[in-house]
């Protein structure tokens, strides 16, 4: 039978090696990335499936990993709630939403109807990939989405969030109940059209204190991985997740991506022995080590777990100016760690 590791430990086999992908494996600091995008905008290359699934394929065509993830984006599937939304780099709301009126304006139609091409996006990558990798679905977790939705774009700050979270809890709450039903609906609808397993990012959740993230972050996250959970087995990414990880547990989730504020022994050691790991190397040591460092830190990482339910991962996104031969260091010494 053909090793299909990352989906197989994901499901709780066991395998002979460890599995290896990165957060946002796909994009600008791939030569073959800038050439797609030279030609098409961030937006235009979700919408056409054929350069979507052609972009998705590129890091994996590169450097064999073992999950090819989609290209689109968290906010692609509020163009489905009727929301206006843009790219320059990061998402740009032409209405952010700020008053009861935007949110109740808000209108859920058909997924498959309103942004085909993310499903067919899937189905071609889906008949292209080889059965050893696997195909890994997302989508941004309610309280990210929201974030960007309310302040319109990228912040330091997200002031008109925290305004709202204040002022008007009952309304801010409304907008993620939406929000985590569009959620479920899409990450459903990308498993039936092809994705194997799914992440659930919840960047912003970093903006949180603990009291806020069981209020706002948390209910939210446990509802789309319970709704989820007999459809294929999901990652949560939670952004500086060390403050929740005694939350976390609770939620017993499958799978979580541990960022590179904690060590995966402090990770293992406060979420026990049955949840799978993800991480969790820095991507900014991947960007500006020498080589040497990036080994020693990429085998430390691995002498942490000893490859024993870990899937191995960047702690955040890769950065745009990560030099390509850095990749490849990390993929030599995950292939000749034996679990
Ligand atoms: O070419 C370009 O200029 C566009 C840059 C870009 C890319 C490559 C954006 C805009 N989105 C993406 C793809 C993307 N985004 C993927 C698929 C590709 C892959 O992983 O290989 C995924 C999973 C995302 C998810 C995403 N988008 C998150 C969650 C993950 C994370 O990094 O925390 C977030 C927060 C976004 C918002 C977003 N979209 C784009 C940018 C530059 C940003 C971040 C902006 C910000 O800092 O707020």
Same mark, same amino acid.
């Given at each position: 039978? =053909?090793?299909?590791?990352?989906?197989?430990?994901?499901?709780? *086999?066991?395998?002979?090696?460890?599995?290896?992908?990165?957060?946002?494996?796909?994009?600008?600091?791939?030569?073959?990335?800038?050439?797609?995008?030279?030609?098409?905008?961030?937006?235009?290359?979700?919408?056409?499936?054929?350069?979507?699934?052609?972009?998705?394929?590129?890091?994996?065509? $590169?450097?064999?990993?073992? *999950?090819?993830?989609?290209?689109?984006?968290?906010?692609?599937?509020?163009?489905?709630?009727?929301?206006?939304?843009?790219?320059?780099? *990061?998402?740009?709301?032409?209405?952010?939403? $700020?008053?009861?009126?935007?949110?109740?304006?808000?209108?859920?139609?058909?997924?498959?109807?309103?942004?085909?091409?993310?499903?067919?996006?899937?189905?071609?990558?889906?008949? +292209?990939?080889?059965?050893?990798?696997?195909?890994?679905?997302?989508?941004?977790?309610?309280?990210?989405?929201?974030?960007?939705?309310?302040? *319109?774009?990228?912040?330091?700050?997200?002031?008109?969030?925290? #305004?709202?979270? #204040?002022?008007?809890?009952?309304?801010?709450?409304?907008?993620?109940?939406?929000?985590?039903?569009?959620?479920?609906?899409?990450? #459903?609808?990308?498993?039936?059209?092809?994705?194997?397993?799914?992440?659930?990012?919840?960047?912003?959740?970093?903006?949180?204190?603990?009291?806020?993230?069981?209020?706002?972050?948390?209910?939210?996250?446990?509802?789309?991985?319970?709704?989820?959970?007999?459809?294929?087995?999901?990652?949560?990414?939670?952004?500086?997740?060390?403050?929740?990880?005694?939350?976390? #547990?609770?939620?017993?989730?499958?799978?979580?991506?541990?960022?590179?504020?904690?060590?995966?022994?402090?990770?293992?050691?406060?979420?026990?022995?049955?949840?799978?790991?993800?991480?969790?190397?820095?991507?900014?040591?991947?960007?500006?080590?020498?080589?040497?460092?990036?080994?020693?830190?990429?085998?430390?990482?691995?002498?942490?777990?000893?490859?024993?339910?870990?899937?191995?991962?960047?702690?955040?996104?890769?950065?745009?100016?990560?030099?390509?031969?850095? =990749?490849?260091?990390?993929?030599? +010494?995950?292939?000749?760690?034996?679990?």
């Amino acid at each position: 039978m =053909i090793e299909k590791p990352l989906l197989q430990l994901a499901q709780g *086999g066991q395998t002979a090696q460890v599995p290896i992908w990165f957060m946002r494996q796909a994009g600008r600091y791939l030569p073959e990335y800038q050439e797609v995008r030279a030609q098409h905008s961030f937006l235009g290359v979700c919408q056409n499936p054929e350069l979507a699934a052609r972009v998705s394929l590129q890091p994996w065509k $590169r450097f064999g990993f073992d *999950g090819v993830i989609l290209f689109s984006d968290i906010l692609i599937p509020t163009l489905a709630l009727g929301v206006e939304v843009d790219f320059n780099p *990061g998402p740009i709301i032409q209405a952010p939403l $700020r008053t009861a009126q935007d949110i109740r304006n808000l209108k859920a139609q058909d997924l498959f109807e309103s942004i085909p091409y993310v499903f067919q996006t899937l189905q071609i990558l889906k008949a +292209e990939l080889s059965p050893s990798a696997t195909l890994i679905g997302f989508g941004g977790a309610p309280f990210t989405v929201a974030s960007y939705l309310i302040e *319109g774009r990228h912040s330091e700050e997200f002031l008109h969030v925290k #305004k709202l979270m #204040k002022e008007a809890p009952v309304l801010f709450h409304i907008l993620l109940d939406k929000l985590c039903t569009l959620s479920i609906h899409y990450l #459903k609808a990308q498993v039936q059209s092809g994705a194997e397993m799914l992440q659930l990012f919840d960047t912003w959740a970093s903006l949180l204190s603990t009291e806020e993230y069981l209020e706002f972050a948390y209910p939210y996250e446990k509802r789309v991985l319970d709704e989820l959970k007999m459809d294929a087995p999901v990652i949560l990414f939670v952004k500086e997740s060390k403050r929740f990880l005694k939350e976390i #547990k609770k939620m017993e989730a499958q799978i979580v991506s541990v960022d590179s504020s904690l060590s995966m022994r402090e990770a293992r050691g406060i979420l026990g022995e049955k949840v799978i790991l993800q991480g969790n190397l820095d991507p900014k040591i991947l960007a500006s080590a020498t080589p040497e460092e990036i080994c020693r830190e990429t085998k430390a990482i691995l002498e942490q777990t000893k490859g024993q339910g870990h899937i191995f991962n960047l702690g955040h996104g890769i950065l745009p100016h990560t030099p390509l031969e850095n =990749i490849s260091y990390v993929l030599e +010494e995950v292939r000749k760690f034996k679990v």
